[in-house]
Each structure stands twice: as structure tokens, then as C-alpha cells.
């Protein structure tokens, strides 16, 4: 080792058995890749390297029509994802978003088409997911049953209250209406409303996140509830508040679902909507465990998934293919995550 | 380094006769866990047909020892010939296979199936992939009924109808099923059995002892170590320090040796005049304490004593509102405050550093600086949102304060040493400003010099007029910190001594003796006879 003695910088005054004081002393590189992070990182890699793969093959790609279809495309599975982030950094799970959302579709065409009126259609879809959320929370948090069971079995119950209301059809037509036209074919200073909804409710809950108390509660209990609670934090009212905050999420998302097909739709559009939301927000760096994970990885992910499905679309691959895709992308995601924590590979992981 | 071994024609039978030479020798004993050394050059010799009692004060190293005993633990250096033969075991496994079991004080059992099914856990007689089951009731009836239990358990009963009792004797059925046994070691296995269950356990050890096993016993309790032992060895600060036969030796001199550690840190601070009383406990009673009526002074320390599994945790949890109380009250300055969470105790003024700083006090992956600035968010908040710049002032008046090292306040709390993980949570508190600080071990995995800068933190606190609860499980910690100490036992507080009286010598023996032993404690033997 021919290093010269110079390495440590000379204003570094700590005392020496201060390990910790070194680390201080970061390259560019190591400081840039921090301040980003990793995860985050690897998906702008990910992604560049996608859309360099996709682009080489069919040039249109990189079109600024197919962004817009690919923007378009991932704006209601990246409100979704937005709100299940949320979820999952209390160390949650909601599977029952995509029925929420088509719940939320169908109330929203129904009340537009017998009173008139669109905002009025969407503030009932709005309550109608809130109430969702609530009876999601309310049997986690009193009935102490496992979040993942719980919206397993609401998101066969909303499911089912979709269609008994709606008869298993398409309800109402909106395509006529100026508010929901809007949110479908709109632009803001050239930006697609669809997507511009998405962005907006992404910057909120990352504002709230990262600079508010409830932001920094939240990542406290999905951390360490034990601790949170010994700190004198009220759990189950953040718990609650979070389950609530996904079901207005996935009631906005089942209102840009009616926009976007002009009608209240029980099924097509929402269902298969969890594996996608769920698979974005796991790639996006969110620990299954809680505590970890941020909207920028989230997003980041939700436009990867976005890409990938637009690039397999273009280049003509069997539709089929891309569920694969999908699931694979979910378990990869996730084994990825665990390998990093470093748990031992015995029984049935936690 | 001998290679094959063939335990089947070693019956522990053939060393029936006392005098032999030691079944089991273990030499030179060091394991280390990374810097922290627990056993450094323990010998410890059993023979056959004879009860050796391995005594000593909490963190001794009597558990790690049979840990490595076990070969649940791999000894970073040091030699255990067993029966004439060097052995190392690299794993539970190899020990059991060599003849030794050792019975744990809280046995593993699986609620949903019959005792037999937990007797042969593991080694379940099959034909095929098929089990009969009556085959395995069977043959635990057997089990029992060599071992003399016939009277105690049934092979039938489910797991989770066992008294703590049958529990332990699960485990002695799971140990001795298979009968190449040389040498047995029990766990402070009278904790939870009451009288006549203890005195079924040693006339079941007395019965190993006749047949020729060596038994290996650890324990507190000087009355029934007096009862049950031939010989005594004990261990202090991971290290053999005296051994003898019972006859030889008595009470008061096992606990001089028991006690004496090596004083490293200053506890100099100045025993400030106590002030108002700030918190008052009467007769406090949850599930896990009893009829606790204490009070600390503003500026005073008072440090709860006893062995581990002596209420002191639950004790503190329970102040900090996070166990039901049953009777009893808790005031605060005068006033009475019901604890019925967490956020209550918050609200009064009580701050709790748990002893189990990793998963009830530290949000790991999160920053030194959300760490401290926990609980006083709501107060740094404009609309919600937080004031970084007071945030930060805050934090880095604290981390500087406690003398936390880091690199910067950004930094995530599972990069910093224990030391500086547990100024963390104590700085967390501080920040609260609060009226009582209970600190649960403070300097558990705390290097020598980190340990002294909590000490004296601990003594600024007081000085400021805070009430200081100190539970620690080392005794000299507990003399040079506290200006009175209280001693628990069995859940309930069994002794106080002032500063000027305090050695380690009588905080101890208030600690472990039997001799004011309480109707509540279940393991007292009516045996009369060493002082």
C-alpha cells in the first residue's frame, strides 16, 4: 500500500477513533449516488437502457405522440401507485384498489347520469372510495386482521358491489360531458390533463411525505412501530388516515377511467389494476416490511412499467407475454429488495 | 484432533462412581462476540454422579457457557473433552449426539399438539412417511414412566394446557428419550415451578445423580443450590473465579466472589439535595409486577436492582404507559396521571429508553436527525409543515450536547455504534424536556468509552432537576450512579438501600436470597440451614 498520507483531508479535525467522521469525506460519485440513491438510480439506468433497447428497434418510439400514449397510458396506474406507496411505507398492502377504482368509475357515471352533474358525480365517487378505505382500515386496524387478507377479501366484496349496482355493464355516457372530456382529451400549457393528475397527486403526497410531520410519522411507524408507539405517536389514526387517503386515490383514478372510456366501467381498465400498482411501487424501492421507499422511486417505476408495456405493444409481441412480463418484474423486484436486506434464506421469509 | 467418534459404547452408566476422574472438562473457555468478550478462559470440570452448581450475577457468562456447552455456540478458543476425548461440536446437533442436553428455562413447546408429538418433535417413529400415532404415545408413556413421572403428564395432553412445570418437564423428556446421556445442565429451572414442583425436580436430579450422570445446575437461589449441589463454581465478568465443594464454602463467601468487579468508569458526579418529588408510584400492580410503591426526587437517581426476569422492564413499561395497570396509581408532580398509552405518558413528562434499543426505540433506517427530533415534530411544525431550520438547530444542539460521533445528522441511525445509538434515544427525550427519564440499560453494548459519557449525562440530567430511573443489570453501574437503589424481585420491590450503604456485596445478596422471600415467589424450599 503505497498511499501517501495526504488522503485524509487536512480540514478533517475529527479525533481519530471517530470512525464515522471519515465518511464524511465522499467522492462526487458516492455523494451524488446518495443524494439520488441507488434505487432510484438503477431505474434511470433501467430505463435508459429499456428505451435505448426499444428505440433501436422501432424509431417511433421516441415520437413525441407515443410518449404522450405512453404518459397517458400510466397516469391512472401511477395515481394508484402513489396512493399504495403511502400504504406500504406503514408497512400496508391494499389489494383492493383496482375494485375501488372501478367502484369509483361506475358511482361516478351513474350520479352524473341522473343528476346532471359531473362534479357532483365525482365528489360521490370521491366519498363512495373514502368510505372504501375506511372499512379497509377499520378491519385491519379492529378486527386485527392481516392487511393483505383484508383487501383480499374487499376486493372481492367491492368487486361484487360493482356489479350487482351496475348489472355487469358499462353505465352512463360521459363522452358528452365538458368536465370529463377535459380530464380525458385535455391539455395544460400542452401537458395532457390525464397526466398532469397524476403528476400533481405524485408532487402532493411527496410534499407531504417528505416535508410535513405526518410525512415523517408515517416513515416512523412503517420503521419501527414499537418505537412509534413508545414515542406516543397515534398509530392507528395514521393507519386509518392512510387507507382512507388510498381510497379517495383510487376513486380519482376510477374517475379518470370513466373519462378516459366515457362511461362508468365495472371491470375493464380497473381489474389486474393491483398486480400492476403493486409491481411499480415494490420495483420503486418500497420494502414490503415498511419504512422504506419514496414517490420518486414509485413514479420512476410506474414509467419503466409504462415503457415496457408500450415497447412490447409496438414491437408487436403476443399480448400474453406481457402478464409475464409483469409478474416477473413483481418477484424480481422483490428478491432484489431481500437479497439487499440479507435475511437468511430459511422457512417462509417476514 | 481424534477422528471418529462412537458414542453408542459410552454409557454414562460406566461412570457411576464419584470419585472418577471429571466426565466432562472444559478448558480455557474464551467466546468472544465481536469486541465484546464474554468468557475469557473459563474452566469448568463435572463428574459423574455429582451436581455442580454454576453461580453468578447477571451477564457472568452462565449462559454462554452452556451455549457453547450445547454447541449452540462455537468457543472462539478453549478445548471440552467429554468421557476422555476432545470434542468440538458445531452444532446442537453434534452435542446431543455426543450425550449432552442441556434443559432451557423456557422450553420451546408447540401449543396445538399432544406432549408425545412434543417429545419426539423432530424424530416422530414413522413407517414410511406414515406416523401412528399410537406408537408415539406409546413410547413418551414409556419415556415417562422410566423417568418417573407417571403422576405429572400425560402423553395425550395438548401443549398449550401445560403448566410451566410440565413444560420443563416436556423438555427433560425431549432430553433423556434416547438414554446415551453423560452430561445434563439445567437453566435456572426452578423459575416458574412452585414448591412441590421443585422438590419432584430434585429428587428426579438426585435420581440422575444416583445413576451416574453428571449434572450441571445453574441457578441463583443459594437455598436450593445448598440443597441439590455437590460442588459450586462461579463465574464473574466472563471469567472462572472460584470453585469448591458445598461443604467447604458458604453463603457470604460465593457471593464475595460472585461480586468485585473491576471499577472502570468515574461515577463522580455531585450528589446534588433532592428536590420536590416528581414521581410518585403506589402500590402499582400489572400482570408482571406487584404492589410497587416508590418515588423519585427531582434531581435524584434511583437505580432498580435485581436479576433478570425481576419485573424491572415491565416495571418501567408500565411507566411509560405501555402495560395495562391493573391497581394502583402513578402521579407526577403531585398530580395523578392515568397511563393509559404511550401518548399519555408522553404527555405527562415520562420518557422511556427501553432496554431494547434496536426494535422498541431506534427507527433504523431513518436519520440520526428524524430520530431525535421524534417526538417534538408537532411542536417544529408551521401548518404542517416542518421547519427544517429549527430542526436541525435542535438536533445538532442535542448531538453535541451528548457528545453523539457522527458524520452528520443525515446519517442513518444503523450505521452508528451502540454507544452512540443509545445518545440518540436518550437525546430524543432531552429534546421533550422531560420530567422523568427511565433509562432501561443504559450501557448495554456500549464500548468503555461511550459508557462514561452516559454516566455522566446521566448525572447533568439529575442535576438538572430531572428524576432519574436507572434499571441496569450491572451492579456496580447501578452503586456508582444512583443515589438509592431498589432491589426487585419476583415482581415486586424487595429492598431499598441508600448510597451510603451500598455495596455490591448486599444489593446482590437482597437480589438472589431466599432468606425474605415472599409468599408470591414459587421457589422457595422449605429447607433450613445456611445463613
Same mark, same amino acid.
Given at each position: 500500500?503505497?498511499? /501517501? #498520507?495526504?488522503?485524509?483531508?487536512?480540514?478533517?479535525?475529527?479525533?481519530?477513533?471517530?470512525? /464515522?467522521?471519515?465518511?464524511?469525506?465522499?467522492?462526487?460519485?458516492?455523494?451524488?449516488?446518495?443524494?439520488?440513491?441507488?434505487?432510484?438510480?438503477?431505474?434511470?439506468?433501467?430505463?435508459?437502457?429499456?428505451?435505448?433497447?426499444?428505440?433501436?428497434?422501432?424509431?417511433?418510439?421516441? /415520437?413525441?405522440?407515443?410518449?404522450?400514449?405512453?404518459?397517458?397510458?400510466?397516469?391512472?396506474?401511477?395515481?394508484?401507485?402513489?396512493?399504495?406507496?403511502?400504504?406500504?411505507?406503514?408497512?400496508?398492502?391494499?389489494?383492493?384498489?383496482?375494485?375501488?377504482? &372501478?367502484?369509483?368509475?361506475?358511482?361516478?357515471?351513474?350520479?352524473? #347520469? /341522473?343528476?346532471?352533474?359531473?362534479?357532483?358525480?365525482?365528489?360521490?365517487?370521491?366519498?363512495?372510495?373514502?368510505?372504501?378505505?375506511?372499512?379497509?382500515?377499520?378491519?385491519?386496524?379492529?378486527? @386485527?386482521?392481516? +392487511?393483505?387478507?383484508? #383487501?383480499?377479501?374487499?376486493? +372481492?366484496?367491492?368487486?361484487?358491489?360493482?356489479?350487482?349496482?351496475?348489472?355487469?355493464?358499462?353505465?352512463?355516457?360521459?363522452?358528452?360531458?365538458?368536465?370529463?372530456?377535459?380530464?380525458?382529451?385535455?391539455?395544460?400549457?400542452?401537458?395532457?390533463?390525464?397526466?398532469?393528475?397524476?403528476?400533481?397527486?405524485?408532487?402532493?403526497?411527496?410534499?407531504?411525505?417528505?416535508?410535513?410531520?405526518?410525512?415523517?410519522?408515517?416513515?416512523?411507524?412503517?420503521?419501527?412501530?414499537?418505537?412509534?408507539?413508545?414515542?406516543?405517536? @397515534?398509530?392507528?389514526?395514521?393507519?386509518?388516515?392512510?387507507?382512507?387517503?388510498?381510497?379517495?386515490?383510487?376513486?380519482?383514478?376510477?374517475?379518470?377511467?370513466? +373519462? @378516459?372510456?366515457?362511461?362508468?366501467?365495472?371491470?375493464?381498465?380497473?381489474?389486474?389494476?393491483?398486480?400492476?400498482?403493486?409491481?411499480?411501487?415494490?420495483? &420503486?424501492?418500497?420494502?414490503?416490511?415498511?419504512?422504506?421507499?419514496?414517490?420518486?422511486?414509485?413514479?420512476?417505476?410506474?414509467?419503466?412499467?409504462?415503457?415496457?408495456?408500450?415497447?412490447?405493444?409496438?414491437?408487436?409481441?403476443?399480448?400474453?407475454?406481457?402478464?409475464? +412480463?409483469?409478474?416477473?418484474?413483481?418477484?424480481?423486484?422483490?428478491?432484489?429488495?431481500? @437479497?439487499?436486506?440479507?435475511?437468511?434464506?430459511?422457512?417462509?421469509?417476514? | !484432533?481424534?477422528?471418529?467418534? *462412537?458414542?453408542?459404547?459410552?454409557?454414562?452408566? =460406566?461412570?457411576? *462412581?464419584?470419585?472418577?476422574?471429571?466426565?466432562? =472438562?472444559?478448558?480455557?473457555?474464551?467466546?468472544?462476540?465481536?469486541?465484546?468478550?464474554?468468557?475469557? $478462559?473459563?474452566?469448568?470440570?463435572?463428574?459423574?454422579?455429582?451436581?455442580?452448581?454454576? !453461580?453468578?450475577?447477571?451477564?457472568?457468562?452462565?449462559?454462554?457457557?452452556?451455549?457453547?456447552?450445547?454447541?449452540?455456540?462455537?468457543?472462539?478458543?478453549?478445548?471440552?473433552?467429554?468421557?476422555?476425548?476432545?470434542?468440538?461440536?458445531?452444532?446442537?446437533?453434534?452435542?446431543?449426539?455426543?450425550?449432552?442436553?442441556?434443559?432451557? =428455562?423456557?422450553?420451546?413447546?408447540?401449543? %396445538?399438539?399432544?406432549?408425545?408429538?412434543?417429545?419426539?418433535? $423432530?424424530?416422530?417413529?414413522? *413407517?414410511?412417511?406414515?406416523?401412528?400415532?399410537h406408537e408415539v404415545i406409546a413410547e413418551t408413556q414409556a419415556v415417562i414412566d422410566r423417568l418417573g413421572f407417571s403422576s405429572a403428564i400425560s402423553p395425550t395432553t395438548l401443549g398449550s394446557n401445560l403448566s410451566p412445570a410440565q413444560r420443563q418437564l416436556v423438555e427433560i423428556l425431549r432430553a433423556?428419550?434416547?438414554?446415551?446421556?453423560?452430561?445434563?445442565?439445567?437453566?435456572?429451572?426452578?423459575?416458574?415451578?412452585?414448591?412441590?414442583?421443585?422438590?419432584?425436580?430434585?429428587?428426579?436430579?438426585?435420581?440422575?445423580?444416583?445413576?451416574?450422570?453428571?449434572?450441571?445446575?445453574?441457578? *441463583?437461589?443459594?437455598?436450593?443450590?445448598?440443597?441439590?449441589?455437590?460442588?459450586?463454581?462461579?463465574?464473574?465478568?466472563?471469567?472462572?473465579?472460584?470453585?469448591?465443594?458445598?461443604?467447604?464454602?458458604?453463603?457470604?463467601?460465593?457471593?464475595?466472589?460472585?461480586?468485585?468487579?473491576?471499577?472502570?468508569?468515574?461515577?463522580?458526579? %455531585?450528589?446534588?439535595?433532592?428536590?420536590?418529588?416528581?414521581?410518585?408510584?403506589?402500590?402499582?400492580?400489572?400482570?408482571?409486577?406487584?404492589?410497587?410503591?416508590?418515588?423519585?426526587?427531582?434531581?435524584?437517581?434511583?437505580?432498580?436492582?435485581?436479576?433478570?426476569?425481576?419485573?424491572?422492564?415491565?416495571?418501567?413499561?408500565?411507566?411509560?404507559?405501555?402495560?395495562?395497570?391493573?391497581?394502583?396509581?402513578?402521579?407526577?408532580?403531585?398530580?395523578?396521571?392515568?397511563?393509559?398509552?404511550?401518548?399519555?405518558?408522553?404527555?405527562?413528562?415520562?420518557?422511556?429508553?427501553?432496554?431494547?434499543?434496536?426494535?422498541?426505540?431506534?427507527? !433504523?433506517?431513518?436519520?440520526?436527525?428524524?430520530?431525535?427530533?421524534?417526538?417534538?415534530?408537532?411542536?417544529?411544525?408551521?401548518?404542517?409543515?416542518?421547519?427544517?431550520?429549527?430542526?436541525?438547530?435542535?438536533?445538532?444542539?442535542? !448531538?453535541?450536547?451528548?457528545?453523539?460521533?457522527? $458524520?452528520?445528522?443525515? =446519517?442513518?441511525?444503523?450505521?452508528?455504534?451502540?454507544?452512540?445509538?443509545?445518545?440518540?434515544?436518550?437525546?430524543?427525550?432531552?429534546?421533550?424536556?422531560?420530567?422523568?427519564?427511565?433509562?432501561?440499560?443504559?450501557?448495554?453494548?456500549? %464500548?468503555?468509552?461511550?459508557?462514561?459519557?452516559?454516566?455522566?449525562?446521566?448525572?447533568?440530567?439529575?442535576?438538572?432537576?430531572?428524576?432519574?430511573?436507572?434499571?441496569?443489570?450491572?451492579?456496580?453501574?447501578?452503586?456508582?450512579?444512583?443515589?438509592?437503589?431498589?432491589?426487585?424481585?419476583?415482581?415486586?420491590?424487595?429492598?431499598?438501600?441508600?448510597?451510603?450503604?451500598?455495596?455490591?456485596?448486599?444489593?446482590?445478596?437482597?437480589?438472589?436470597?431466599?432468606?425474605?422471600?415472599?409468599?408470591?415467589?414459587?421457589?422457595?424450599?422449605?429447607?433450613?440451614?445456611?445463613?
Amino acid at each position: 500500500m503505497t498511499i /501517501s #498520507t495526504g488522503s485524509p483531508s487536512p480540514t478533517q479535525i475529527a479525533p481519530p477513533e471517530d470512525k /464515522s467522521g471519515a465518511k464524511s469525506e465522499l467522492s462526487f460519485a458516492s455523494k451524488f449516488v446518495a443524494r439520488v440513491g441507488a434505487q432510484n438510480l438503477s431505474l434511470i439506468v433501467a430505463l435508459i437502457v429499456l428505451a435505448a433497447a426499444i428505440g433501436s428497434q422501432n424509431a417511433n418510439f421516441f /415520437s413525441l405522440p407515443n410518449m404522450q400514449v405512453i404518459g397517458e397510458g400510466v397516469a391512472i396506474l401511477g395515481v394508484l401507485a402513489v396512493g399504495q406507496t403511502v400504504i406500504m411505507l406503514l408497512g400496508g398492502l391494499d389489494i383492493s384498489v383496482g375494485s375501488q377504482a &372501478g367502484l369509483a368509475s361506475v358511482v361516478s357515471a351513474m350520479v352524473f #347520469t /341522473s343528476s346532471g352533474s359531473a362534479i357532483f358525480g365525482m365528489a360521490v365517487a370521491i366519498v363512495v372510495g373514502a368510505v372504501a378505505g375506511l372499512v379497509n382500515a377499520l378491519i385491519i386496524v379492529y378486527g @386485527r386482521v392481516n +392487511a393483505v387478507i383484508a #383487501t383480499l377479501a374487499t376486493f +372481492a366484496a367491492y368487486r361484487g358491489v360493482v356489479n350487482l349496482v351496475s348489472n355487469g355493464s358499462a353505465q352512463g355516457y360521459t363522452g358528452g360531458d365538458d368536465v370529463f372530456t377535459f380530464l380525458s382529451l385535455g391539455k395544460v400549457a400542452g401537458i395532457p390533463v390525464l397526466i398532469l393528475v397524476f403528476l400533481v397527486i405524485a408532487a402532493l403526497v411527496y410534499t407531504m411525505l417528505t416535508f410535513t410531520d405526518i410525512g415523517r410519522n408515517i416513515y416512523a411507524i412503517g420503521g419501527n412501530k414499537v418505537a412509534a408507539r413508545l414515542s406516543g405517536l @397515534r398509530i392507528n389514526k395514521y393507519v386509518i388516515g392512510a387507507y382512507m387517503l388510498m381510497g379517495v386515490i383510487a376513486a380519482i383514478a376510477g374517475i379518470l377511467l370513466t +373519462a @378516459r372510456t366515457g362511461s362508468g366501467q365495472p371491470t375493464s381498465g380497473s381489474q389486474g389494476l393491483e398486480l400492476q400498482v403493486i409491481t411499480a411501487v415494490a420495483l &420503486g424501492g418500497c420494502a414490503l416490511q415498511g419504512g422504506k421507499g419514496s414517490i420518486i422511486g414509485t413514479v420512476l417505476a410506474v414509467i419503466l412499467l409504462g415503457v415496457l408495456t408500450n415497447g412490447l405493444q409496438i414491437l408487436g409481441v403476443n399480448s400474453f407475454w406481457q402478464d409475464i +412480463a409483469q409478474g416477473t418484474m413483481l418477484v424480481i423486484a422483490v428478491v432484489i429488495q431481500q @437479497r439487499r436486506r440479507g435475511t437468511r434464506a430459511v422457512g417462509l421469509p417476514d | !484432533m481424534n477422528s471418529t467418534q *462412537h458414542r453408542d459404547a459410552e454409557q454414562p452408566e =460406566q461412570n457411576s *462412581h464419584g470419585d472418577a476422574s471429571p466426565v466432562l =472438562q472444559m478448558r480455557g473457555i474464551t467466546k468472544s462476540f465481536g469486541p465484546i468478550r464474554a468468557l475469557s $478462559g473459563v474452566d469448568l470440570d463435572v463428574r459423574a454422579g455429582e451436581v455442580l452448581a454454576v !453461580m453468578g450475577e447477571n451477564g457472568a457468562g452462565k449462559s454462554t457457557i452452556l451455549k457453547i456447552l450445547s454447541g449452540e455456540h462455537a468457543p472462539s478458543s478453549g478445548s471440552i473433552n467429554l468421557e476422555g476425548e476432545d470434542r468440538t461440536f458445531s452444532s446442537p446437533f453434534e452435542a446431543k449426539a455426543a450425550g449432552i442436553r442441556v434443559i432451557y =428455562q423456557e422450553p420451546e413447546i408447540l401449543d %396445538d399438539v399432544s406432549v408425545a408429538e412434543n417429545v419426539f418433535i $423432530g424424530s416422530i417413529p414413522r *413407517h414410511a412417511r406414515f406416523v401412528s400415532r399410537h406408537e408415539v404415545i406409546a413410547e413418551t408413556q414409556a419415556v415417562i414412566d422410566r423417568l418417573g413421572f407417571s403422576s405429572a403428564i400425560s402423553p395425550t395432553t395438548l401443549g398449550s394446557n401445560l403448566s410451566p412445570a410440565q413444560r420443563q418437564l416436556v423438555e427433560i423428556l425431549r432430553a433423556l428419550k434416547d438414554d446415551s446421556v453423560a452430561v445434563i445442565a439445567f437453566d435456572e429451572p426452578t423459575s416458574s415451578l412452585s414448591e412441590h414442583e421443585v422438590e419432584a425436580l430434585f429428587a428426579f436430579i438426585a435420581r440422575l445423580r444416583a445413576s451416574g450422570t453428571a449434572v450441571i445446575y445453574v441457578s *441463583h437461589r443459594m437455598k436450593e443450590i445448598a440443597e441439590i449441589a455437590d460442588r459450586v463454581a462461579v463465574l464473574r465478568d466472563g471469567q472462572s473465579v472460584f470453585a469448591s465443594l458445598m461443604s467447604d464454602t458458604d453463603e457470604s463467601e460465593m457471593v464475595r466472589n460472585m461480586v468485585g468487579r473491576d471499577v472502570f468508569g468515574a461515577f463522580d458526579r %455531585d450528589h446534588t439535595e433532592a428536590g420536590e418529588v416528581v414521581l410518585e408510584v403506589k402500590e402499582l400492580t400489572t400482570a408482571d409486577v406487584s404492589n410497587i410503591s416508590f418515588h423519585v426526587r427531582a434531581g435524584e437517581v434511583v437505580a432498580f436492582s435485581g436479576l433478570v426476569g425481576a419485573g424491572r422492564t415491565e416495571l418501567a413499561k408500565a411507566l411509560a404507559g405501555d402495560a395495562e395497570i391493573l391497581s394502583g396509581t402513578i402521579s407526577i408532580a403531585g398530580e395523578v396521571k392515568k397511563l393509559r398509552s404511550p401518548i399519555d405518558a408522553v404527555r405527562a413528562g415520562i420518557g422511556l429508553a427501553p432496554e431494547e434499543r434496536k426494535t422498541e426505540a431506534l427507527v !433504523m433506517t431513518r436519520s440520526i436527525k428524524e430520530n431525535i427530533s421524534l417526538v417534538v415534530l408537532n411542536s417544529l411544525t408551521r401548518a404542517r409543515f416542518v421547519r427544517r431550520g429549527l430542526e436541525s438547530g435542535l438536533v445538532a444542539d442535542y !448531538m453535541k450536547r451528548l457528545r453523539v460521533r457522527a $458524520g452528520s445528522m443525515d =446519517q442513518e441511525v444503523k450505521t452508528l455504534s451502540g454507544g452512540n445509538q443509545q445518545k440518540v434515544v436518550v437525546a430524543r427525550w432531552l429534546a421533550r424536556k422531560p420530567k422523568v427519564l427511565i433509562l432501561d440499560e443504559p450501557t448495554r453494548g456500549v %464500548d468503555v468509552g461511550a459508557k462514561a459519557d452516559i454516566y455522566r449525562i446521566i448525572g447533568e440530567l439529575a442535576a438538572e432537576g430531572i428524576a432519574v430511573v436507572v434499571i441496569s443489570n450491572e451492579l456496580i453501574e447501578v452503586i456508582g450512579l444512583a443515589d438509592r437503589i431498589l432491589v426487585m424481585r419476583g415482581g415486586e420491590i424487595v429492598g431499598e438501600v441508600a448510597r451510603a450503604d451500598a455495596t455490591e456485596q448486599n444489593v446482590l445478596t437482597l437480589a438472589i436470597s431466599d432468606s425474605l422471600d415472599l409468599p408470591t415467589n414459587s421457589g422457595n424450599v422449605a429447607l433450613e440451614g445456611t445463613s
